[in-house]
């Protein structure tokens, strides 16, 4: 019957052999899909084939080369007034000018007195700002500084209260005690380091600029505006700078727009502190243009 019939041994034999190849040939097709895909995952990832073939006690001359952010290097300088008024614009409160300058990345921020006169109109600032606008008052420092302001923001004390409430709480170094105590307000600060409440911050703004005049007020609030700064000018709270903008420009009349900021923000991002063992330096000085003095540089 073998010879004549079907040799069923033979033919089982066959088909093992035949699945045998077909299961090897699947196989061998994975590893080489696999290790394609393997290939083609480590190229994308730019991975350094060379170190495939290095053992572990010997070292590889192959350069490795990073992009770091702070490659980029801008210089220039950007000028700013601020202003603020009593909220029926009849009172100018104190007026400060703020020099971004790139270079140095510093931010000064620069008391403006408001007695001096206007050489052109003979009125003083605090009154060209409440009679002829704080444009007015931009092209009289232009004219009396020899510089040129980029931008302004005025401000009255509501909005002034309002742009600290929306931003938190300030640390300020008070040089003396302070009580004032009148039938519209009640202040009581001890001297040294201060944590103020945003209504602590408006207290004390008002308290400096009904006991102090001319440069002194200014200086004084240009110390808060310093301690604003530090508090409100971090890597953490630029994260939301766009939304932060949004919120505190309707506090103000300006003519920074947001398309100004957005064009600036690299070079904002360039100011900010890049670890924490670097301070933001940003202080009170009378040097609108110049470099720093050599007092800030030996506080660094």
């Known amino acids: 019957m ?43 990832l730019n991975y350094d084939f060379n170190n495939v073939f290095v053992q572990d006690n010997q070292t590889t001359t192959a350069v490795v080369t990073t992009t770091e952010a702070d490659s980029v290097v801008y210089n220039g300088t950007h000028t700013f007034l601020v202003a603020v008024t009593s909220d029926d614009g009849k009172e100018s409160l104190f007026m400060n000018v703020i020099t971004v300058n790139l270079g140095e990345k510093t ?19 605090d009154n060209l700002l409440v009679t002829n606008g704080i444009k007015s008052v931009v092209e009289s420092l232009n004219t009396y500084y020899g510089i040129s302001i980029d931008k302004y923001a005025l401000l009255t004390e509501t909005g002034y209260k309002s742009f600290f409430r929306s931003m938190g709480d300030i640390t300020l170094r008070i040089s003396q005690d302070v009580e004032y105590d009148t039938p519209d307000m009640f202040l009581e600060l001890t001297r040294g380091e201060n944590t103020l409440s945003p209504d602590k911050t408006h207290k004390y703004m008002k308290y400096l600029c009904e006991t102090n005049k001319g440069y002194d007020r200014a200086k004084a609030n240009a110390d808060i505006v310093v301690a604003a700064f530090n ?15 949004s919120v505190i420009i309707d506090y103000c009349t300006s003519d920074i727009s947001i398309v100004d900021f957005i064009e600036a923000k690299d070079e904002l991002e360039y100011l900010l502190p890049k670890s924490s063992k670097e301070k933001l330096k940003v202080f009170v000085s009378d040097n609108i243009t110049g470099e720093m003095t050599e007092d800030v540089l030996n506080e660094e």
């Open 2 to 44: 073998a010879r004549y019939g079907l040799d069923l041994d033979k033919k089982n034999r066959g088909n093992q052999k035949r699945n045998r190849n077909l299961i090897i040939a699947f196989i061998c097709f994975v590893i080489l899909l696999g290790t394609f895909s393997m290939i083609w995952f480590w190229r994308s």
């Open 107 to 125: 931010i000064r921020v620069v008391p403006i007195d408001g007695t001096v006169k206007d050489n052109t109109t003979g009125k003083t600032r």
């Open 231 to 245: 508090a409100f000018y971090t890597p953490e709270r630029f994260n939301s700078a766009d939304n932060t903008f």
